[in-house]
């Protein structure tokens, strides 16, 4: 028997199963041999394809983690994003020519500037060379006015940028609820001296 399911005159093994049981056997062993044969191929294609996606996924994943890392690539960023809001924010030429502009006090971005700032194409090139989502956007102005102030100065929203790049981590989260516990630790401190000075209060 060859290595090809062969006889070593050459002759297919299922005609030698055809004559000696009966065609019936041969067609059981030809479709055996097939679905074999292509459930083989599938197989190795199936780890092949697998292996390449996740070859192509942790390429993406260093490459991604490379881009987080760059402090340059960030301060280019910011940079450009710097010069984008200050063609936007209006009067900011005529300040300019008396003072010094800084960017707590003149670069003040408000919920209209920020809709404006978020259509711009120039802007959503930014915001995807800095890793950060273009659907979070929208919301994003609420997210990075801190203070409910109804502003935002652009140290403050730099400051932000940096710390929404990427993906969200488990740290983020533990971060978030050990920090509402303390919260909740202080409250219930606070309560619990309101509660002492109203009942000295009620036995006076």
Partial sequence: VGQDCSSKDGKPLFVHVARAYGWGYGFVYCITMLLMTFGLFNVIVAIYVENTVAAAKSNDRVQKQIRLNDEQL??????????????????LAARSGNRTITLEEDLRITPQLWE???????????????????SELRDLFDTLDSDGSGEIDFTEMCHG?????????????????????????QLAEIQADIQGVLAVQTSQ
Avoid at 74 to 91: F, I, M, T, Y
Avoid at 116 to 134: A, M, P, T
């Fill in 74 to 91: 960030v301060a280019e960023k910011l940079h450009a994003l710097l010069e984008v809001v200050s063609v936007h924010v209006p009067g």
């Fill in 116 to 134: 404006v700032l978020r259509k711009d194409d120039k802007v959503r090139e930014i915001f995807r060379g800095l890793d950060i989502n273009e």
């Fill in 161 to 185: 940028l940096t710390k929404l790049r990427g993906d969200a981590n488990r740290s983020d989260v533990v971060g978030i609820k050990l920090y509402c516990r303390s919260i909740q630790a």
